[in-house]
């Protein structure tokens, strides 16, 4: 990967998208293989907060507001001698949250509660953004926003993502690159550039150059199904 | 509540009549500011059940919520303890009362054990539960962020029991109340289970629904304080329960 690239990973369920996230993220063992992060083995340096992840579920901690769920990560840290509050606010700004650093997270809205959780995981200055289909519990209406948020706070920061999702459209609005997982054992099966210049907003969805790659890698994922034992089996 | 009061009321002045039996809520009133103000002799019992309960009640939270954390972060501390706590949480604790009286003698000590034994089961329990079920995503949570060991259980693990903590403390004070009750049945000379089971044998009923009635206030009392510590706690949560 790049520096400051977005790559998404598609596949079908169960191909161990999502689990390979958490190996990055040093939150689970792996069996075999090796992650090298700035050509250094991702073991030798896994207890330095080099990622941010944003979980599916928002996991805000109910207990604290807003600012204090931002807070968490940058506690007990030099935070480069920068103010942890002034930072925390800085990030909730970002994600368009000015004025709600005092609400509890069973005050906010589906959509709200996950742009805590994207600045909380920005908000360690990571070298490394994780996401775990970040949008997929949201409503239809609200994802599309949350989509060019993303876009957007992408565009202000840029951050490496690694984006996992299991919606095609999302991966190619979003992306430089796509990478199709291949069904269990979960493999790279192949990659799909995507040239579509930026700024990008949700008109692109209905160019050709859009449904084109669209379709391309939805074709590459029900070939990996088919080859599995078809839909029956998802 | 009113209802009930006089349901009580019509019962005992137009059904039965006989205040050997059942004496009206006005009665008891009467018979309380009597107790109270006029021979002074409540103050004594009430201190003295006041003062078993909270020591036993202290006693049992400072005991049960570590002790249940213990279990719930250590799985061979879990197995040591599980045994012993079933059967001790399952035995009537009426059947103790003879045995920590032989071991404490018949002063505040065996009356304390006895109201512990009641108290530090709920908590315990509820303290081991809550931190068992503190949410997977949390846990990973504080692993992204690679929070250590003092970390995650003082910001994670600690804060997602309290909730627990204060439900297993609330169904204490119900068995604490039930413990001092117990308690003072055996060898006292004061206190207000004392003052009832005196009361029920020379038949004194006015005298016995004025000890059931500040049982009662005790109790609710009690739940009242938990209700705002609850609040105070944790104002994260929308409704507090009960209350």
């Known amino acids: 990967m790049r520096e400051g690239e977005f790559v998404s990973i598609v596949g079908p369920s ?30 030798d ?15 805000l901690l109910p207990w604290r507001t807003s600012l204090n769920n931002v807070l968490l990560g940058l506690e007990g840290r030099s935070n480069n001698g920068q103010d942890a509050e002034a930072i925390a606010k800085k990030f909730l700004n970002l994600v368009g949250l000015n004025g709600f650093e005092n609400h509890y997270p069973h005050e906010l809205s589906g959509g709200m509660q996950q742009r805590v959780n994207l600045a909380r995981a920005l908000a360690i200055n990571p070298r490394i953004l994780l996401m775990d289909e970040p949008f997929a519990a949201l409503d239809a209406q609200t994802r599309n926003f949350m989509q060019l948020e993303l876009l957007r706070i992408w565009a202000e920061t840029k951050k490496t993502v690694i984006f996992v999702t ?69 | 509540m009113a209802f009930g009061l006089l349901a009580w009321h019509y019962v005992s002045e137009v059904i039965i009549k006989d205040t050997a039996v059942l004496v009206s809520p006005w009665e008891v009133l009467t018979k309380a500011h009597e107790m109270f103000f006029v021979t002074a002799e409540l103050y004594a019992h009430l201190f003295a059940s ?29 197995d040591y303890i599980n045994p012993w ?24 000590g065996s009356k304390v054990a006895i109201v512990f034994l009641g108290c530090v089961f709920p908590v315990l329990i509820n303290s081991y539960y809550g931190m068992r079920v503190v949410n997977r995503e949390f846990v990973e949570l ?13 910001k994670i693990l600690l804060p997602a029991s309290v909730p627990f903590i204060l439900a297993g403390i609330r169904l204490a004070i ?38 059931v009635a ?29 209350g």
């Open chain 1, 166 to 234: 299991h919606m095609i459209a999302e991966a190619v609005l979003l992306s430089d690159r796509v990478i199709v997982f291949s069904h269990r054992p979960g493999t790279i099966r192949s990659e799909f550039d995507i040239p579509i210049p930026r700024p990008r907003d949700m008109d692109i969805k209905s160019h050709p150059q859009f449904l084109e790659l669209e379709n391309k890698i939805w074709k590459q994922i029900e070939h990996e199904v088919k080859a599995a034992g078809g839909f029956a089996q998802l």
């Open chain 2, 85 to 108: 706590m079933t059967t001790l949480y399952t035995s009537p604790r009426i059947a103790f009362a003879p045995v920590l009286l032989l071991w404490f003698g018949i002063g505040e």
């Open chain 2, 174 to 211: 119900g068995r604490g109340l039930t413990g001092v009750a117990i308690a003072e049945w055996f060898g006292a000379t004061e206190g207000l289970g004392y003052l009832v089971f005196f009361a029920g044998q020379t038949l004194n009923v006015p005298v016995l629904f004025v000890g």
């Open chain 2, 142 to 154: 504080a692993r992204s962020f690679r929070l250590g060991r003092w970390p995650l259980f003082f």
């Open chain 2, 50 to 78: 006041s003062r078993i309960f909270f020591y036993g009640f202290l006693l049992a939270v400072l005991a049960g919520v570590p002790i249940g954390f213990a279990m719930a972060l250590s799985p061979l501390i879990r």
């Open chain 1, 14 to 43: 169960g191909c161990g998208k999502t689990t390979m996230l958490r190996v990055i993220n040093g939150l689970m063992p792996h069996s075999g293989g090796q992650i090298f992060l700035d050509g250094k083995s991702a073991d």
């Open chain 2, 214 to 242: 500040l049982f009662a206030i005790l109790g609710i009392l009690g739940f009242e304080i938990v209700r705002r510590v609850e609040i105070y706690l944790t104002p994260w949560r929308s409704e507090p329960q009960g």
């Open chain 1, 45 to 59: 340096v896994s207890n330095e907060l080099l990622m941010g992840f944003v979980f599916q579920g928002a996991s």
